[in-house]
């Protein structure tokens, strides 16, 4: 039996996505040719249509569908706060928790010589104008404790320490939730150096 | 932050799919949007032209592009074995194993008045004259070893027991590879009532 060129490359699409490996993209290949035509047209439209309207804010560089995106143009948000995170879908994730009024800038990578992404793919230069420009009197690194996110902070700590700005990060710790018996000896190790009192 | 229309119609496109939840979807609808456009377009393009292609063989059911599909219209193929799965995608995994030469038929479903799969989806009615036409001396019974499965081999060797065919289905056992520790009690015991001599 031949194979079928047009479903290998929708499969290999597929693939492309993370944590989407072979025998899902399979699964999820057949899914759309086995289910109705319609569905699948509106899905390519959907991507289509999304991609053509989504675009990079010019001031925090979050993708949303306008430049200002609605943050930036938002008049009753705080310019004093600054909130930096590594993508787009993290903005969405500190919206969620209806507690942040402030602002946010969207670095795109975290530092990571492994990967290939150095200081010239965090679009520094374009922080450092929004922080002249704003002078926001917090900046809150909400960047995940991971080594590569321990090294951006210690590298954007070091940029702005000539800077009157208070700089802070999220807590790390035990997860609400988590046992200690399923949690890394470094998280641990870590919650217990910053333990405070009750 | 108002959130975006378009965004969270792609969110739920991608949540459609099997296996997918609410958050992987977003996580993939992230990854489109932050990637090249001209991927997102080749992806939405790809869908359409493997959806627009990929029809239903007259014959044995499975979603191919053609009609007959390639296997039915291939002469150096067995008419006198004619393998019934439950879908297309297990077609290529049975002809990965480049072991079987005969012919298929394809489902669609498996009974399951849970999901709502009765008799009248399963296509017997096609089944029925495409084994009177080739009339096959095996039919092998390739579904999977679960309630709907077995409901479905019983279903269909009642239907056809008045008909001088070699009835076959897949062993079932212990996968290679396997730990006894791990092993489900009803495997276990259905290896066990089926061991045999070494």
């Known amino acids: 039996m031949t194979t ?14 993370p944590g989407i490996g072979r025998k899902t993209a399979q699964r999820l290949a057949w ?9 699948a047209h509106d899905f390519a439209d959907c991507i289509r ?8 804010c010019g001031q925090c560089l979050m993708l949303s569908e306008g430049n200002p995106c609605p943050i930036c143009s938002e008049p009753s948000r705080d310019d004093s706060q600054l909130c930096i ?18 602002k946010y800038f969207v670095l795109g990578h975290l530092l ?3 990967e290939g992404f150095g200081i ?4 520094l230069g374009e922080l450092v104008s929004l922080i002249e420009k704003r002078k926001p009197a917090e900046i809150i690194l909400a960047l995940k404790p991971s080594a590569e996110g321990e090294a951006t902070i210690h590298y954007i700590s070091e940029l702005l320490h000539n800077q ?3 700089l802070t990060r999220l807590s790390t710790g035990i997860p609400f939730g988590g ?17 405070y009192r009750v």
């Open 4 to 17: 079928s060129p047009l479903l290998e490359k929708l499969i290999q699409h597929f693939n492309r996505f």
């Open 164 to 166: 009157n700005i208070n």
């Open 49 to 56: 249509e999304t991609v053509d309207n989504f675009t990079t």
């Open 179 to 195: 046992e200690l018996e399923y949690t890394s000896t470094l998280t641990l190790a870590n919650a217990w150096k910053r333990r």
């Open 112 to 114: 990571s010589p492994l």
């Open 85 to 102: 995170v590594e993508t787009t879908s993290e903005v969405y994730l500190v919206e969620n928790m209806h507690e942040y009024k402030g």
């Open 31 to 39: 899914f759309v040719i086995s289910g109705q035509k319609a569905d």
């Open 120 to 123: 010239n793919d965090l679009h």
